[in-house]
T-cell receptor
Framework: DADVTQTPRNRITKTGKRIMLECSQT?????MYWYRQDPGLGLRLIYY???????NKGEISDGYSVSRQAQAKFSLSLESAIPNQTALYFC??????????????FGPGTRLTVL | QQQVKQSPQSLIVQKGGISIINCAYE??????FPWYQQFPGKGPALLIA?????SEKKEGRFTISFNKSAKQFSLHIMDSQPGDSATYFC??????????FGSGTQLTVLP
């Protein structure tokens, strides 16, 4: 079984619709992250959470919100989707790590298309 | 503002050749520099990483070279194989407790 799972894997939606992407992990990690990947831009951090009560904005949080329902679950919502939110979205997890090396473990990604 | 600049954007190498990907950073607070490898349809996965107190780290055919004074680091893939064809991301981690990624390099190794 995969350690970090994302649902759905693919989603096509229309402008203005509310979308939720879900992430679950069985690694027992405290820290969870949401990134989006666009060609030529690499991975950009949307939100991150170091524990259930700790939510932080990343580089590109505008238009997104998150919920950390439990240690193992971290959801990303697009309240009103727009076409430039079309991208590949990744969830990742990490432990506190030794000497702060912060190795992150990524899920398989969700490909979102907003028409 | 891109804090980690990566080049080239794409790279084509013959089997057995050396692949070299370069990254440069601005923030001197970064203290951990990993490389991630991503195959099509998969999430990125940690390949190799280095701290700035050493100038080189080697794991099998993969080597990171680090130049602290120039604020640059590079990934060298020796004896490149078709199975190495993937997208490679450099990254940097520091006091902000976040990974900042480069823009990625798509490597194609021709058989």
């Amino acid at each position: 079984d995969a350690d970090v799972t994302q649902t759905p894997r693919n989603r096509i939606t229309k402008t203005g619709k509310r979308i939720m992407l879900e992430c679950s992990q069985t690694k027992g990690h405290d820290r969870m992250y949401w990134y989006r990947q666009d060609p030529g831009l690499g991975l950009r951090l949307i939100y991150y959470s170091f524990d259930v009560k700790d939510i932080n904005k990343g580089e590109i949080s505008d238009g997104y919100s998150v919920s950390r329902q439990a240690q193992a679950k971290f959801s990303l919502s697009l309240e009103s989707a727009i076409p430039n939110q079309t991208a590949l979205y990744f969830c990742a997890t990490s432990d506190r790590g030794k000497r702060g090396n912060n190795e992150q473990f990524f899920g398989p990604g969700t490909r979102l298309t907003v028409l | 503002q891109q804090q980690v600049k990566q080049s080239p954007q794409s790279l084509i190498v013959q089997k057995g050749g050396i692949s070299i990907i370069n990254c440069a950073y601005e923030n001197t607070a970064f203290d951990y520099f990993p490389w991630y490898q991503q195959f099509p349809g998969k999430g990125p996965a940690l390949l190799i990483a280095i701290r700035p107190d050493v100038s080189e780290k080697k794991e099998g055919r993969f080597t990171i070279s680090f130049n602290k004074s120039a604020k640059q680091f590079s990934l060298h893939i020796m004896d490149s194989q078709p199975g190495d064809s993937a997208t490679y991301f450099c990254a940097a981690y520091g006091s902000a407790r976040q990974l900042t990624f480069g823009s990625g390099t798509q490597l194609t190794v021709l058989p």
